[in-house]
């Protein structure tokens, strides 16, 4: 149990172009879910913290009009890179976690890159 | 505030040697404290978690860590590495709303 994906697994888009991330719940229902990003041999950050059917709120230094995050359902998050640029290329990991579990299911992770 | 150091960024053993990767962290109130392994291009996968229950806690992959409040430390070790180890390891504190801290991560290298 408690099984998250993400989709895609890896892109390549185009500078300037939109790119979304989906964060899934397989079975059961995230009241809370994460995203972080992770540079190459470096420690995961922090990008935002989402809740169902309520705004995400954004770590410090994350522009919120530039990584959109929607969670929509308890299932279901999605990020989205808006006019991507070679620096937002990284590797994008989202976690969900239950109200009444202090613990967190990590996703696949999502390697974006930017041309 | 919490926060989580994990003390070497690199460490490496030789293959049936013992792996010690050492995290300290920083709580006000009884922490939850998590012992996470990253393969490369992968996401992160849960080693053992501690809840407040034993101290001493046992883990997937023959790893297993301690909880020593006095030394505020939570530290990982395996008594026999196998290659199949070489890994990232990352130490984490959860707090209030699930949120995590996260340490810098310990790339572990093992030597056949």
């Known amino acids: 149990g408690a099984v998250v994906s993400q989709h895609p697994s890896r892109v390549i888009c185009k500078s300037g172009t939109s790119v979304k991330i989906e964060c899934r719940s397989l079975?059961?229902?995230?009241?809370?879910m994460f995203w972080y990003r992770q540079f190459p041999k470096q420690s995961l950050m922090l990008m935002a913290t989402s809740n169902e059917g309520s705004k995400a709120t954004y770590e410090q230094g994350v522009e919120k009009d530039k990584f959109l995050i929607n969670h929509a359902s308890l299932t279901l998050s999605t990020l989205t890179v808006t006019s991507a640029h070679p620096e937002d290329s990284s590797f994008y990991i989202c976690?969900?976690?239950?109200?009444?579990?202090?613990?967190?299911?990590f996703g696949p992770g999502t390697r974006l890159t930017v041309l | 505030a919490q926060s989580v150091t994990q003390l070497g960024s690199h460490v490496s053993v030789s293959e049936g040697a013992l792996v010690l990767l050492r995290c300290n962290y920083s709580s006000s109130v009884p922490p939850y404290l998590f012992w996470y392994v990253q393969y490369p291009n992968q996401g992160l996968q849960l080693l053992l978690k501690?809840?407040?229950?034993?101290?001493l806690v046992k883990g997937i992959n023959g790893f297993e860590a301690e909880f020593k409040k006095s030394e505020t430390s939570f530290h990982l070790t395996k008594p026999s590495a196998h290659m199949s180890d070489a890994a990232e390891y990352f130490c984490?504190?959860?707090?209030?709303?699930?949120?995590?801290?996260f340490g810098t991560g310990t790339s572990l290298t093992v030597i056949p």
């Open positions: 984490a504190v959860g707090s209030t709303g699930n949120q995590f801290y």
């Open positions: 976690s969900a976690s239950r109200q009444v579990y202090n613990e967190q299911f």
């Open positions: 501690y809840t407040s229950a034993a101290t």
């Open positions: 079975d059961f229902q995230a009241t809370t």
